[in-house]
Every structure is written in structure tokens, then in C-alpha cells.
């Protein structure tokens, strides 16, 4: 019982550190129809940033500045990798992707030496609180009631404000949004500072739990938070949230087991089952080719 | 613009290709500059998984290199110079970057971190006829069914059974949990080794991989408490050891944890630094084996920005790191032995150098291994954050 | 009209057949350069690292080229080419393995008590052609390419089953999918007991020898021709699998020059307009996907005798991702442009570039940022430009002959509009 409890607990605030990848994951891709297999690496840039800036700065200040210097990284990823292949087909769009998401982690090696880097302790955080007889951090206790916190400002943000409203127009079409007069670029760039601000904010709690950043540790996150996302029904926000919570505690239900070799593995069979029967997600809206 | 950065594009890449193919051309002749030069090749991972293992036995090597910068053949004087090649600790990459030193014309190549990297080269170095000297591969098949691969490391049969009785007379264990990385062979070596021992003497093990890149541990470690283990046993990476071992003490696991060589790194040494972690790592060397290494070794370290940073920041000697220095003096050896800096001839003394280094006698079986019956057991002192002896095994 | 065509046709023919025999040639000549002539330069030493990045450009063009078929001429965005890869290469070795090898404790299966599969394909051809001498060779070469043609077989095999239901997905699903697909090969190879929920053991170390590597099947470096002395008399370890590279690529580039070829073209370009043309497109994409899969594995298994050991560990979606830069390097769509591209990534990152890792001297100025890694930090930025700035790769959708064409063509149009305007 308690350890069925423990794994709830660790499925649950890893669920909802993959749900704040994914957020990113959905809204990119629902605004430019694009996987962008950079957005776990800049996870693991704000995990490295704050190593660096914890440093020189006081954990209060540095913590904002590294979200800050997320949403630009994001910002300045979008304009320079992005932006120039708009015109050009989906694949080449994804290749950059990929290419961005080598860039950063080769950096990143370069710039720590393939050191394990140790992240700072965060002393709100990492206080440990013994639930059912076990102990969790906190940074896994708040992850819950952090993500459902800002899904609904998030929510609030794209129903009830003219940059939301602006967002769901060009996702539904892009041309006919830019004949409205939408500044296309600009609503684009706003989803990325959004995504990024959220991988920043995940960073901060996954790696409180998991303290120690290599090159690649944005990559496995990244790619469950991806799944997660199609899992939702790709472009739908509840659907992400849901879709890495349940992808979170299945996985650490998996573990428990003597299948734990498979837990990766059954993330992607979930999502080649997913994407076969139900291509669209559990949320997803069923979209028809025009001819 | 577009047409100006294509030509400038091809002119940055012709120019690379200019610059990157001179030395390779170049190094053939032995006197540069009036002077006599004899190469030492290492081979080691300095990007990737393994790099932090991979720069300190580097480090071991240049430091040996600069102490003893030059060796006399025959009365005439020769310079030593060390030649690194980074195989970035995959396998696929490893040909390559073997070929690299072979190119540089070195006399004999030390290395690598890593054994699935060292048997991946293995055949780049045989081709051209270089003997090869494995600081810390442990692993059985890198000397097996050759006759250019060394080691003056022990090997995981040896680790793996040493462990085990140690877990067994220090514990009392009957119940071991053995964790590594899915599809590496050193660590899943090392556990089956430690399963054959520690089964055969009436313990039981729960075994359990995870995959690549993990970073959750909470799970595994929480099972090895609910199964009711009395031991972790994990010889992985040193960026997953630093996570078990960091989230082993937040989850307050409370039991011992046991790990390899791969262990023995002072990162692995900060995660557990401060807190009640019951750490214990066999490895090749302990600080204090001998104070004129250890001294000459933290001055060099200490003076020196870029071994401080290969060294993960701080003085902390690590065990790969007397390797590594041990190594190069055995190279000397065998060079000395062999007269000249011919690769063939050094490849021709290798097998018969006798050497006694900081960590201990040095001499090659049939196979190509180093005779050694000596593995020491290091814990940690998590309120200093320091290693300290705790025992020392021999083979029975 | 026809008759001139079938002429050109035999002309450009028999020219393309001139051209692979010349590359063959100067390959032999250029590997045995040292044999004949005494102080060659040490560029052309039999290990040089031109040899090295030479065997493994030969395997990676394969590679590429499988993959082009797929993502460039078929229009099926495929991110699955590791575990094809994968899947070649542990057929190939497993089958081709020597049985002493496989023995229990001194082998190395040592883990599992030996290996299942107790024969290895050139040992036994072996026992029908004999060992040494010309019949080894012939064992030997038959026993390579029949492991080989399996290996593909099996990738293809595994590649129609994936297809299945996979091919019913679009774009960036399809990629992602694959990629899916080729984790979960990749796990199971490196598994090596599976409990069974009945409480038996299913253990797929005795197949795939699990984590630890297979070594000691035939390696490129097997087809040089030694004396009695051990001494090498002929290199072949360069125009051998280059000679198979070659069979295989002509085979490709004669697929996608037949009607299948212009079927998959079809599906590229217009997947509906296809169809309306009678297409059949659920055949002609798992026809292309089992196709690319069994080269992929073929490549994969050279890829194999090139690094002389196999393990699953670094086929992950990092070397998928490579094989689709080389692609795109190369250019999208064209078959040469996929050789090129193959040459030109791996030189540059494994040979041209390599002195960015070393700390350099100019005179008394230590050159700034160079140390381990920022080898592959400008790479990268390399490789960002070509796909931000030349976006059809280097040569798009040409062909290396059309190059050389163009200016006939150019030419001829011009006439003919100097000639209407007239």
C-alpha cells in the first residue's frame, strides 16, 4: 500500500513535469503544425542556466532571470531557425528542429565538458515531507497544484484575451488569419515565449527532484512530453495535461514491476497504439485533407 | 548574400579541410625542429557519458608527462609527447577516432575509459599494428582473443566476486539489489559477475535494467526497500551514480549502496557529501598509497586551471587518474625496453614489462592481463566529503 | 521517337556502367598505392584515416540512399532507420558469428551458456568449398552475401509488419511513429531475460548476446588478400563493400527509374492525385517502406563489418537523425546528392574538423575556444546553415549527370526562343 502510494505520488509530479513540456509541444504544434524537437533541450538549458547563475546571483533573482533568458532563448530560436523556412514544407521545418535540438546539446557538452553538472538546492523545494509513511520533496508535492494553476491562467489567457483569441484563429487557418490582419509572427512568437516560460518553470521542479543535468537530459523528457501531447490529441491543451499524467503514472507503474526495462518502450507502443486507433488524441479534433 | 555565404561556407570548409589534413600529413618524420620525438596515443572518451572518467585519466597521463617529459634511448634523448584522440564514449565513433591516432604516428596507445569503446577500436589498432594498454577497461573481452590488447587494470569477474563477499562479510547480506543501465555491457557484466558469487554463496537478487537516460530513480530505489534488499549493488556511469545516490538520500532509502571503479569520482563524492548515504566503491587506488603521487598530483591539479576543471573542480584524487599515470610509465617502459619508438617493437616488449607504480606491482599474463589480486574498498566520509580506506581485498 | 530514346538510353548506360568501373578502379588503385609504389604518402597507408572515413562513407551512402527512397522519392517521412540498422546488423552477426565464439565460458555468449544459433554461414560453406585458399574465399564471400541478402530479408520482414498499421499515418505521426518503432527494437535487442508472466524465462541474451557486444564475425578488413606469411598482398577492404554499395544503389536508382519508381513519385508529389490515377497506395508504400528497410539493413550489417563489433547501444534516434541530415545535406530527392552529402558530413566531422578539439598555437597566441567538443559545435552550426540557407541540399533534385547536361539543355532552350523570336 505505501509503496503503491509512493509510486502515485512520483507518477503524478513526473505526469505533471512532462504536462509542462508538453504544453509547449501542443501549442507550437497546433499554431505551425511542427514537432519541435527542440523544446527539450531548452528544458535542459534552463536546468543549466541556473546552475551558472545560481552561482553569481541569489536564488530568488536567478530563478526569474533564467525564465527570462528561457523565453528568449525561445524567442530567438523561433526567429532565427523558424521564421526563414515558413514557406517551406512541413519536413524541412522539423529538419531545423533537429539540427537546433544537435546545436544546443553539442553546447552544451562543450561548454560543461560532459561534466554531470549538480543543480542548486532550492531550499523551499527540496524540503522533504513525509506522506503515508514515506518522504517526498516538495518540488513533487507542488507540481500538482502548480500545473493546474497555470493550465487555467493559460486557459484564461487563450479563451478571454485578444492575443488568445488571435492564437486560436491562426491555428485554425493560418492564411485566412493573416488576411484578418493578425500579425502572424508576432502570435507565433508569443506561443514560443509561453512554451518556453513553461519549460523554464518545469525545469525548476524536475531538476530539484533529479538534481544532476548532462547534454542530454532534455532529450528523454522531451520525447515523453512529445508522446504525451499526440496521446492528448496534438494542438489541445487539456488534452496534453491529461495525456502526461496519464503517460507519467503508467510509466512509474511499469517500474514497479520486473517490466521496468520496458518502461520507455511502453511509452511509444501507448503512442503507436494511439496514433493507429485514434490518430487524433483523446481530445484531438478530426481534421479532413483538403484536396 | 546568399551566394556570398555559400563561397564563404566553402572556403571556411576547404580551409578546415586544409588545416585538419597538415598535421596528418606532416607527422611522419620523428625530428621536428632538431628535436627527437617519440608519441604516446591516448584514447580516451572526453565528450559524451563517460567524459568525466575519460579526463581523469588524462589528466593522470599529461601529469606523468609533465614530470617525466623525455626518455633516453641509447644516449640520445628523447621527447615525450602525449597525443589524445576523443572517442566521445560511443562505439560508433571509436573507429574513427582510432584511426586519428594511428595517423599521428604514435608508438603505443593507452586506453580507453570504457571497455565497449577499447573492443570497438581494437581491430584499427591491430590493423596497423599498435600495441594498445587499457588503463581502467575491466571488462574480460577486451584482451580476449587478441595479442595487442593490455590492461594494467583487474577485470570484472575479479571486481564482481569482490564486491560480493564483501557485501556478504561486511552486511551480512542475503538480499541484494543490482540496478544498471540496459544494453551496457559493463554494467551488466559487473552485475552478472556479482550475481554468480553472491548466488553461489546462498544470497538472493532482485535484478532490474533501466533505460538509457533516465533520470528517475525514486521508483527502483523504492522497490529495493519494499522487496526487503539489504543491498544496492550499481556499477553504472557516473551521471547516473550521481543521481541514485542523490535520490537515495532524499528518499532516505537507509541501505548500503555498492558500486564499481566507475563509482570512484569525486562528483559521485559531492552527491553524497552531506548527507547519511552508506557509499562503498571498489577501485585501483586510494589516496594516501603513495604521498609523493599524491602531493606532485594536487600541486599539478591545484596550479593548473584546466586540470582543475578536467578534475570536475577540485583536488580530489581519483583512482583512474594513478591509472592513468601508472600507464604512462609502463608505455616508458616498454618503449625503453624496446630500444626505439618503432610501434613494433614496443608492441614486441610490452608483454614481458615488469613495473612497480602507486598502485601497486605491474605484470601481463598470457592474455594480456594485468596480474593483480588487490582491489580496495573506499567509503565515503559524508561529513568531510572525503574517500577513506575501509578495507582492502585480495582474491581468495 | 522511342528508337532515339533506347539510343540515349544505352548511350547514358553504358557511360554511368564506364563510371562505376573507373570509381572501382581508382578505389583498388588508391588502397594498393603503397604496395607498389615504396614511400607513398602517408595519406595513402592502408590505416590512414582516408581509408577509415572512405569504408564508412561507402556504408553510410547506402544508408542514405534507403533513406531518400523513403523520404524523398516516396514522400514518407521515416525516422525508423536506426532499428533497421539494428536489425541488419544483428542478423548479419549472429549468422555469421565462427561457432568457436559462440561456445559457452570462453566464447563470447560466455553469460548465457553459448548461443542458439550453433553455425555460422561462411563456416558452413566452409565445409562444402573448404577453408584456406581460393574455396575459403569463396566461402567466405558466399557466407557474407547470403548473411547479408538475410539480414535484409528479416529488416524487410519486420519492416512489412510495422507497415501494416503505421503507413496509415501521416507526415510528422508517421516520423514519430517510427521512431517509436525503433526504440522498442532497440530495448529488445538490449534485453536480455524477459520473466514470462507463467514464471518461465524467456532468455533473449542466447540470441542477441544482450548488452555485450558480438565480435569476431567477418570484418571489412577479412576480403584483403594476405600471403602465407600473414602479409597483406592485395587491399580490398575498400572497393569490396563499396562494390556492394554500388550493386545496391544501382538496383535503387533502377527501381525508382520504373514505373514503381514514377508511382512513388506520384505519392510524393500528390498523394489524392495519386490515388485518382489508379495508384495503389497502401501497396507501393509499404512496397517502398520494405524496400528502404531491407537497404537500411544491408547498410546496416556493412556498418557492422566497418566497426568490426556490434551493439545496440548506440542505435538510437541520434543516428537516425544523422542519416537524415546526410540526406538533407545532400539534397532531398537525389540519389548522388545522398553520396555527396555522406562524403562531405562524415569527412567534416570525423577527419576535416577533428583539429578543433586540440588546443592550437600560433605562434605565441593560444587560438581562443578550442578544446574537446567544439568540433561538433561548429559542425552543428555548419549543419544549421545548410538547412536554413540551402534548403534543396546541395544538389536538390538533380543528379550528378544532370550537371553536367544542364549547359546542352540551357543552350538548346535559348535557340529555340532566339528561334520563335525570329
Known sequence: MQSM??????????????????????????????????????????????????????????????????????????????????????????????????????????????????????????????????????????????????????????????????????????????????????????????????????????????????????????????????????????????????????????????????????????????????????????????? | MKKLLALALALAMLGAAFVGCTPATNSGDVAEGGENVIRIGVFEPLTGDSASGGKKELLGVQYANAETPTVTLDGVEYKVEVVYSDNGSTTDKAPS???????????????????????????????????????????????????????????????????????????????AYLLGELGNEYDQGLLTFFEQTFTA??????????????????????????????????????????????????????????????????????????????????????EGGSAAFDEGIKNYINTNADAKTANGGDDTISAVTAMGYDAYYVALEAIKAAGSADKAAVKAALPNVKYSGVSGEIAFDEIGDAIRDTAYIKTVDTAAGTWKLETVQKAN | MNRIDNKKNVKSTVIALVCILAFWGILLLIENLNL?????????????????????????????????????????????????????????????????????????????????????????????????????????????????????????????????????????????????????IRTIFQCEVIKLPGGGELVLGKLTNGANMIKGFPTLNSFNITNATGQTTLYLSTVVPAIIVTACIVVIVLLINSTYGRSFKAIRDDE?????????????????FCISAFFAAVGGALYAMFATTYQAKPFTSVLTYEILLIVVTGGIGSVTGSCIGAFLYIACSEWWLRFLDEPMMIGAFQVPLLKDGFRMVVFSIVIMIVVLFFRKGIMGTKELPDLFKKRKVKAKTEGTVTDNAK
Not at chain 1, 521496468?260 to 485533407?289: H, N
Not at chain 2, 534488499?229 to 545516490?245: E, G, K, L, R
Open chain 3, 36 to 184: 607498389i609504389l615504396p614511400n607513398v604518402p602517408k595519406l595513402f597507408t592502408p590505416t590512414s584515416k582516408l581509408f577509415m572515413v572512405l569504408r564508412k562513407v561507402i556504408v553510410y551512402s547506402l544508408i542514405a540512399v534507403s533513406m531518400n527512397l523513403l523520404n524523398g522519392f516516396t514522400g514518407l517521412f521515416s525516422l525508423g532507420h536506426a532499428g533497421f540498422m539494428l536489425l541488419g546488423a544483428y542478423t548479419f552477426a549472429i549468422l555469421t558469428t565462427p561457432v568457436s565464439l559462440k561456445v559457452p565460458v570462453d566464447g563470447i555468449f560466455y553469460k548465457y551458456g553459448g548461443s542458439i544459433v550453433n553455425f555460422s554461414l561462411q563456416e558452413a560453406f566452409g565445409s562444402i568449398f573448404g577453408n584456406s585458399g581460393a574455396g575459403g574465399a569463396v566461402s567466405l564471400v558466399l557466407g557474407v552475401l547470403v548473411a547479408l541478402i538475410i539480414s535484409g530479408l528479416v529488416a524487410a520482414l519486420f519492416a512489412y509488419l510495422i507497415g501494416l498499421p503505421v503507413l496509415r499515418l501521416k507526415s510528422d505521426y508517421l516520423a514519430i511513429a517510427t521512431l517509436g518503432f525503433a526504440e522498442i
Open chain 2, 201 to 286: 554463496a546462498g544470497g538472493e537478487v532482485v535484478k532490474a535494467d533501466f533505460p538509457t537516460n533516465t533520470a528517475d530513480f525514486t521508483q527502483y530505489l523504492n522497490t529495493a526497500k519494499a522487496e526487503g534488499c539489504d543491498v544496492i549493488f550499481t556499477p553504472v556511469s557516473i551521471a547516473y551514480a550521481t543521481q541514485i545516490v542523490s535520490q537515495a538520500a532524499r528518499l532516505g532509502i537507509g541501505l548500503p549502496i555498492l558500486g564499481s571503479d566507475t563509482l570512484d569520482d569525486n562528483k559521485v563524492l559531492e552527491a553524497a557529501k552531506g548527507t547519511d548515504t552508506q557509499l562503498f566503491v571498489s577501485t585501483f587506488y586510494q
Open chain 1, 5 to 291: 502510494i509512493t509510486t502515485l505520488l512520483t507518477g503524478i509530479s513526473v505526469g505533471g513535469q512532462y504536462a509542462l513540456i508538453a504544453i509547449g509541444y501542443t501549442m507550437v504544434y497546433g499554431i505551425l503544425r511542427l514537432i519541435n524537437f527542440a523544446h527539450g533541450d531548452v528544458f535542459m538549458v534552463a536546468g543549466m542556466m541556473l546552475i551558472w547563475l545560481a552561482a553569481i546571483l541569489p536564488l530568488p533573482v536567478a530563478i526569474p532571470v533564467v525564465i527570462a533568458i528561457t523565453i528568449l532563448l525561445g524567442f530567438c530560436i523561433e526567429r532565427a531557425a523558424y521564421l526563414p523556412l515558413r514557406q517551406a514544407p512541413r519536413m524541412s521545418v522539423m529538419i531545423s528542429a533537429i539540427g537546433v535540438s544537435y546545436l544546443l546539446q553539442n553546447v552544451i557538452t562543450y561548454l560543461t565538458g560532459g561534466q554531470p553538472m549538480t543543480y542548486p538546492t532550492i531550499p523551499f523545494l527540496a524540503q522533504t515531507v513525509e506522506i503515508f509513511g514515506t518522504k517526498q520533496t516538495m518540488a513533487t508535492m507542488i507540481t500538482l497544484p502548480a500545473v493546474i494553476l497555470l493550465v487555467v491562467a493559460l486557459t484564461f489567457l487563450i479563451n478571454h484575451t485578444k492575443v488568445g483569441m488571435a492564437m486560436r484563429a491562426v491555428s485554425k487557418d493560418f492564411e485566412t488569419s493573416r488576411l484578418m490582419g493578425i500579425k502572424i509572427n508576432n502570435v507565433i512568437s508569443v506561443t514560443f515565449i509561453i512554451g518556453s516560460a513553461l519549460a523554464a518553470v518545469g525545469s525548476v521542479l524536475y531538476f530539484s527532484n533529479y538534481p544532476k543535468i548532462v547534454a542530454v537530459s532534455g532529450a528523454l523528457p522531451g520525447l515523453k512530453a512529445f508522446v504525451a501531447a499526440v496521446f492528448g490529441g496534438i494542438g489541445s491543451i487539456p488534452g496534453a495535461v491529461i495525456g502526461a499524467f496519464i503517460i507519467g503514472i503508467c510509466e512509474n507503474l511499469i517500474k514497479a514491476t520486473p517490466y521496468s526495462v520496458f518502461s520507455d518502450a511502453f511509452t511509444f507502443a501507448v503512442l503507436v497504439i494511439v496514433l493507429i486507433f485514434r490518430p487524433t488524441g483523446i481530445f484531438g479534433e478530426k481534421t479532413l485533407d483538403k484536396v
Open chain 2, 97 to 175: 577516432a582510432a584511426a586519428t591516432l594511428v595517423d599521428k604516428d604514435v608508438s603505443i596507445v593507452l586506453g580507453s575509459y570504457g571497455s565497449g569503446v577499447s573492443m570497438a577500436a581494437s581491430d584499427t589498432f591491430n590493423q596497423a599494428g599498435l600495441a594498445a594498454m587499457g588503463i581502467t577497461c575491466t571488462n574480460p573481452n577486451v584482451t580476449k582473443g587478441n595479442e595487442h590488447y593490455f590492461r594494467i587494470c583487474f577485470l570484472d569477474p575479479f571486481q564482481g566476486s569482490v564486491l560480493a563477499n564483501f557485501a556478504k562479510e561486511k552486511f551480512g547480506a542475503k538480499k
Open chain 3, 272 to 288: 489524392i492525385a495519386a490515388e485518382a490515377m489508379g495508384i495503389n497506395l497502401a501497396k507501393h508504400k509499404i512496397l517502398s
